[in-house]
C-alpha cells in the first residue's frame, strides 16, 4: 500500500535527521583521527635512530604540564642518560628556583678544546595542558600512526630536545672533541612566560649558559604536498604582551535591566579590537622573508609579497597575503581576545566584567605602543586597560644578523638533504625563550631541519604530531649542523 504524500515526507524528514546525526558522528570520529598519513618514514631503525626515539619515548611520557606535572622529572631522567654516559658530575647541572621543586632545569656541558665561547643548544621541557577527555588516545603516550608520531610535545618542543640529548649522548661515544664547549640547556616555564626557566638561569646561572649564540627553536622548514619549499632560520620574533580589559558597576537586579551593563560594554569593547587590523610592520627579518618567499610561493602571493616589500602601505597586496593564516600575522601586531569572565549570581546585573587580550607585537612596536592603540580604538574611558608582561623595551625580539658560521653550515647542509631550498631567516609569530637570551646579550637562531606541512603539527592543540621521517632528518640535521659549527674555528665561516 503506498503512502500518503504527507508520510512520505514526515519518513523524509526522519530519514534525513538520522543521515545527519550519522554523518555527524562518523565526522567527529574522524576528526579525532589524523587525516593524512606523512610518507617517508624509515621502516627499520638505525642505532642511532632507535636510541634518539627512546628518548623522545621518555620524554613525551613524562607529564610537563604547568601545575600537574614536572619539569624537574623530565630533567633528572636526561641527567640519568649523561651520567651514565660518562659525563663528569661538574658538567651536569639541575638547577632552578628553590620554591619550585618541579621547574628545575638541566645544563649540561660538553668539553671541547676551550676555543671560543660556547655554543648553546637550547629547549624547553614544558608542555601546554592537554584535557584527556579531549583526546582520543592519552596525551602522554606516544603513539606512531600513519607515518606521525602523536603525543603532547612531540612537536612543541620534545622533539628537539630529544635531538639534542641524543646527538650529545652519540658525540660522546664517538669520542667527538669539539673545537669549543658545547652547552645544554633543557628548560622549564617557556610555555608559562620564562620566568622559572631561561628567565632565571639569566639572572641566577647565567655563568652555566653563557655562549656565543643559541640554537633554539622557532625557525624550520616548509612543506606543501610533501616537498620541501624552503627552510627558514628564526632571527627575530614577535613579543607576547596580555592586557586586561576591565569593566566596573554598581550592578543591581536582573529584573529591572539599565543600559549601562557591564558586559555588553566590555563586548562592545572587544568587538572593537575584533574589527581594527593594525597597519604592517616590516623590519630587517620579515622584509627580506617576503623577498625571498616570493621566489617560490604561489603567484597570486608571490606578486603581493613583491609588493608588500616595495610599499608596506599597499593595502590590496596586505589584504592577499593576510588571507593565508602562515603570513598574515608576519605582517603586523595581532592582538585576539583569549578569556572573559563576567557577573556573580544569574539574577543580578554584573559588578565586573573582564577580558584577557593576548597581543604578539612586532618587533618594531612596544607594549605602550599597543596600549596606546588599544585605549584609542575602544574610545571609552570606562573600560580600564592595564598591561601583564611586557613594558617599554620589546629588544628580545628584535631583528639580529645571523652568525656567519652558522648560516654557511645551515645552507650547505640544507642543499644537501633538502633538494637545495632556500635558506630564509624569519620571524616567529609565536614566542620562544630566545627573547630572553637577546636581552641577555646572547644572539639566538631558530633552526631545527624539521619540515612540516602548514598547521599540520597542531602545536598546542589536540592531536599535537611530527612527521616520523621530519624527526629523523632533523636528528641527523642538527648531529651534522651542531659538529659543523662547534668544529669550526672561531670567527671563520663553514666553506
Request: with cysteine; net charge positive; charged share 20%.
Amino acid at each position: 500500500m503506498s503512502a500518503s504524500p504527507r508520510r512520505s515526507r514526515t519518513h523524509l524528514l526522519r530519514l534525513a535527521a538520522v543521515s545527519a546525526a550519522v554523518s555527524a558522528a562518523t565526522a567527529s570520529a574522524l576528526s579525532a583521527q589524523p587525516r593524512m598519513s606523512a610518507p617517508g618514514a624509515p621502516t627499520t631503525l638505525t642505532p642511532q635512530q632507535a636510541a634518539a626515539r627512546a628518548v623522545y619515548k621518555e620524554l613525551v611520557e613524562i607529564n610537563t604540564v604547568d601545575s600537574v606535572g614536572s619539569v624537574t622529572k623530565a630533567a633528572e631522567a636526561m641527567a640519568a642518560r649523561f651520567r651514565a654516559a660518562g659525563f663528569a658530575a661538574a658538567d651536569i647541572n639541575i638547577v632552578g628556583p628553590a620554591d619550585k621543586p618541579t621547574k628545575q632545569n638541566l645544563v649540561v656541558r660538553y668539553r671541547g678544546k676551550g676555543q671560543g665561547k660556547p655554543i648553546l643548544l637550547l629547549a624547553h621541557l614544558d608542555v601546554v595542558a592537554a584535557l584527556r577527555s579531549d583526546w582520543p588516545r592519552d596525551p602522554f603516550i606516544l603513539v606512531e600512526q600513519d607515518g606521525f608520531f602523536l603525543g603532547r610535545g612531540t612537536a612543541d618542543d620534545k622533539s628537539m630536545a630529544s635531538m639534542f640529548v641524543a646527538n650529545l649522548l652519540r658525540y660522546k661515544q664517538e669520542g667527538y672533541v669539539p673545537t669549543r664547549d658545547l652547552i645544554l640547556a633543557l628548560t622549564a616555564d617557556e610555555e608559562g612566560g620564562g620566568a622559572n626557566g631561561v628567565g632565571w638561569l639569566i639572572a641566577n646561572k647565567k655563568e652555566l649558559i653563557d655562549a656565543e649564540y643559541a640554537i633554539n627553536e622557532g625557525g624550520g622548514g616548509t612543506l606543501v604536498d610533501d616537498k620541501p619549499l624552503f627552510h627558514s632560520v628564526q632571527a627575530a620574533e614577535k613579543v607576547p604582551v596580555n592586557y586586561t580589559l576591565t569593566v566596573l558597576n554598581t550592578g543591581g537586579h536582573s529584573s529591572v535591566p539599565r543600559k549601562d551593563n557591564a558586559i555588553y560594554q566590555l563586548a562592545n569593547a572587544i568587538g572593537k579590537i575584533e574589527r581594527y587590523t593594525f597597519p604592517v610592520e616590516l623590519n630587517d627579518v620579515s622584509r627580506p622573508f617576503f623577498a625571498q618567499t616570493a621566489k617560490v610561493e604561489m603567484p597570486s602571493l608571490a606578486t603581493a609579497m613583491k609588493a608588500i616589500v616595495a610599499n608596506p602601505k599597499d593595502s590590496v597586496a596586505a589584504a592577499a597575503i593576510s588571507k593565508d593564516p602562515r603570513y598574515a600575522s608576519m605582517l603586523r601586531t595581532s592582538c585576539v581576545a583569549t578569556r572573559l569572565a563576567a557577573g556573580h549570581a544569574d539574577n543580578a546585573l554584573p559588578q565586573t566584567a573582564t577580558a584577557n587580550v593576548n597581543c604578539r607585537i612586532a618587533p618594531t612596536s612596544t607594549a605602550d605602543d599597543v596600549k596606546i592603540v588599544l585605549d584609542r580604538i575602544i574610545a571609552d574611558t570606562g573600560v580600564k586597560i592595564t598591561t601583564r608582561g611586557g613594558g617599554k623595551d620589546n629588544a628580545g625580539g628584535k631583528p639580529s644578523a645571523i652568525d656567519p658560521t652558522l648560516l654557511a653550515a645551515t645552507s650547505a647542509l640544507t642543499k644537501k638533504m633538502f633538494n637545495d631550498v632556500p635558506v630564509i631567516p624569519t620571524m616567529s609569530t609565536g614566542a620562544t625563550d630566545g627573547r630572553f637570551l637577546r636581552n641577555a646579550g646572547i644572539p639566538t637562531y631558530g633552526v631545527s631541519g624539521i619540515f612540516s606541512a602548514s598547521g599540520e603539527t597542531n602545536a598546542h592543540g589536540r592531536d599535537e604530531k611530527l612527521r616520523v621521517k621530519s624527526f629523523y632528518d632533523g636528528l641527523d640535521f642538527l648531529y651534522e649542523l651542531v659538529k659543523q659549527v662547534a668544529s669550526a674555528p672561531p670567527g671563520k665561516p663553514v666553506s
